[in-house]
């Protein structure tokens, strides 16, 4: 028997990106500033704080898988997508099961990323990703921060279309990670993961401004563009919106006063930093202390407060209502804007995302939207179901995180809670059943280009 042979240079197709999105989560949440009057702390502490409104969560019936079966098959469902028309699959998460099974399955290439909350996203095949997680928290000053997950396939020609430059950083870090293999808890080190955060994408931010100057100087030189490229390095002011990783409110507030913050850095004498004080303080700042400079992050905070109302602010519907999703938290953002923004208005738009994971991971990079939306924003209907959720007593949140801390790693027992795991048997086999409505799991479909 012969083996073709592949030709592997095979041109990437024009436009991949984004064709569907779907968006599960919970039908019940808890308002935050209740939270704040049933932990008896400050008033303002989770709301302000954290710039949290409220949080969703799961009981002992959900968990990863259930997340990932009922995305994809809402996804194939509401856009009509024929599965044998997806040739990868590729699931993002860190709520890990059994530590070592796959999530996928049949005949699609493709498996688990598991990641504290980071995923790029970018391929060559029709593909769906899928980005869940269980963001559950121990009793303590993270716990109002937790949440839920996302899914997509992808062709040549999307309407939301990821450009190919990429800012990536790593680094080894502990401010946030899963020792305990008996618990879904992790270790959180706040002071440490916000610093984390904001040097990687401080590091993502310049890594991708240096490659998009850089690639313009070379289409430049190559004939391909007849201005000459600017030495000013972009910028906020050249993207309409920014989104980010969002694990809560007030951290994408930040992330966005830090994009700033490195702008006036690369150009301090731009007319929209006129008003910034004692500009050569902050000038002499060194890259390591202003990480945790409280007076850097207050200035930029307040200069940036406009752009973010209009930039960031319409990305955030899902984290206000949700909480944090983890290695959904950025595709939230995502489908929020999707959802927010008229069809209309966000053709020919640019849009900057920030991925970021605990450990830690992270990727800066753009889209632009090249076609109507208005599809994926009607199959969504994200706001009205986000609006329809049932806001309950904070003590229902508590005895479900309860139920599932005494069930965790159990055999041989029937869920007590409601939907979708049907039962765990003497070897740890997971027995599920096709019921929909849960957290929040997205699915983001890619058109990346088929091999088959």
Not at 100 to 118: H, M, P, Q, R, V
């Amino acid at each position: 028997m012969t083996i073709p042979v592949v030709d592997a240079e095979v041109p990437r197709p024009k436009d991949v990106g984004v064709l569907a999105m779907e968006v599960y989560f919970p039908r019940r949440c808890i308002s935050e500033s209740a939270l704040e009057e049933f932990d008896g702390v400050s008033k303002g502490k989770y709301t302000i704080g954290l710039g949290q409104e409220y949080m969703a969560w799961p009981d002992d019936r959900e968990d990863i898988n259930s997340f990932a079966l009922n995305a994809v098959s809402g996804l194939l469902e509401k856009f009509n997508i024929d599965p044998k028309s997806i040739g990868r699959i590729d699931v993002g998460t860190e709520t890990i099961i059994d530590k070592s099974k796959s999530a996928g399955n049949f005949d699609i290439e493709g498996i688990d990323s598991k990641n504290a909350c980071y995923v790029q996203l970018m391929g060559r095949r029709n593909a769906i990703v899928v980005c869940g997680d269980i963001a559950v928290y121990a009793e303590g000053a993270a716990r109002p921060a937790g949440g839920g997950p996302r899914a997509h396939p992808d062709r040549p020609n999307a309407p939301v279309v990821f450009e190919p430059i990429h800012g990536t950083y790593m680094a080894n870090t502990y401010d946030f990670y899963k020792p305990q293999l008996s618990s879904e808890y992790p270790e959180v080190d706040g002071p440490v993961s916000v610093v984390t955060y904001v040097a990687a994408l401080d590091a993502a931010y310049t890594s991708f401004r240096e490659k998009v100057t850089k690639a313009a100087k070379r289409a430049h030189l190559n004939g391909h563009t007849a201005e000459k490229p600017s030495e000013t390095p972009l910028s906020l002011e050249d993207l309409d919106y920014a989104i980010f990783h969002s694990p809560y409110g007030k951290q994408a507030v930040k992330g966005h006063a830090r994009m700033m913050f490195n702008d006036f850095l690369a150009n301090p004498k731009h007319p929209r930093f006129a008003n910034i004080p004692e500009p050569e303080k902050l000038l002499a700042t060194t890259p390591a202390v202003s990480l945790a400079d409280k007076n850097i992050e207050k200035v930029f905070v307040g200069a940036s407060k406009a752009s973010f109302a209009t930039k960031t602010d319409p990305g955030m519907a899902c984290s206000k209502r949700l909480g944090n999703m983890y290695t959904a938290s950025l595709y939230g953002c995502l489908a929020s804007l999707l959802s927010t923004v008229e069809p209309a208005t966000l053709l020919g738009k640019r849009v900057s995302l920030f991925s970021f994971g605990s450990g830690c991971a992270s990727s800066f990079w753009t889209l632009k939207v090249k076609g109507d939306t208005t599809e994926i924003r009607e199959k969504m209907n994200l706001l009205e179901r986000l609006s329809q959720m049932k806001v309950v007593p904070p003590q229902e949140f508590v005895d479900a995180l309860l139920l599932r801390e005494k069930n965790h790693n159990a055999v041989n027992y029937t869920p007590e809670g409601a939907y979708y795991l049907e039962s765990v048997d003497s070897k740890y086999r997971r027995k599920y059943l096709a019921r929909l409505w849960q957290l929040n799991l997205f699915l983001l479909t890619f058109s990346f280009h088929s091999l088959n």
